[in-house]
């Protein structure tokens, strides 16, 4: 399976509420990087974590890394219906820029 | 500063035609990187450029090519187009910095 690779589930939620979604992969990593996307247009940079961090934060986004179990989360909190989006966990094993991307998890939030 | 910018954004092909794609950085970074996002495989990356030269390479077929300017513009290009070829071909752009910036991506169908 490929590297960085979330838990294949679609989020349902009402506006307000929070959104978790996680990530894991399989080598390595320099970093891991979380990205958006909507309606199959270009990714949005969301947040960076390195490998010697744990957790960050930016705006409502929380990131943490557990690089002992190789996994990711991705909270979203009070989401608002501009939040509809895929979201795309990649790492980077090499720091070489050749970042893996998972299959994605999509997020709708219902105003 | 202005973001990445990828022409065409659409682009309709037949089978066995050639495509080229177009890549601008944005302004001051060196790195211009690409991926392949289908619906079957997700994004895979395809290679990156780092001052004209070619410094990573993903696993793609030699029909796929790129090349980089010394304004760090990059172009890709594919021969011998195929119907798997249909695809949102995404180019991203990286400074000083880990973070790899997207640009909006070319849409191509191959008919």
């Known amino acids: 399976s490929q590297q960085g690779e979330e838990d294949p589930q679609a989020l349902s939620i009402q506006e307000g509420e929070n959104a978790t979604m996680n990530c894991s992969y399989k080598?390595?990593?320099?970093?891991l990087q979380w990205y958006r996307q909507n309606s199959g247009r270009g990714l949005v940079h969301l947040i960076l974590i390195r490998s010697n961090e744990r957790e960050k934060h930016s705006g409502r986004l929380r990131v943490t890394l557990d690089t002992s179990k190789k996994s990711s989360s991705l909270l979203i909190t009070a989401s608002r219906a501009a939040d509809t989006a895929s979201y795309f966990c990649a790492t980077d094993a090499t720091g070489n820029n050749r970042l893996a991307f998972g299959k994605g998890n999509q997020v709708v939030v219902i105003p | 500063k202005a973001g990445v910018t990828q022409t065409p954004r659409y682009l309709i092909k037949t089978r066995g035609q050639q495509v080229t794609l177009s890549c601008s950085p944005i302004s001051g970074h060196r790195s211009v990187s690409w991926y392949q996002q289908t619906p079957g495989q997700g994004l895979q990356f395809l290679f990156e450029y780092f001052s004209e030269t070619q410094r990573n390479k993903g696993n793609f077929p030699g029909r796929f090519s790129g090349r980089q300017f010394s304004n760090s513009r990059s172009e890709m290009n594919v021969s011998t187009l195929e119907l798997g070829d249909s695809a949102l071909y995404l180019c991203a752009s990286r400074g000083s910095l880990e973070t790899q910036y997207f640009g909006p991506g070319t849409r191509l169908l191959v008919l």
């Open positions: 080598t390595s990593i320099n970093n």
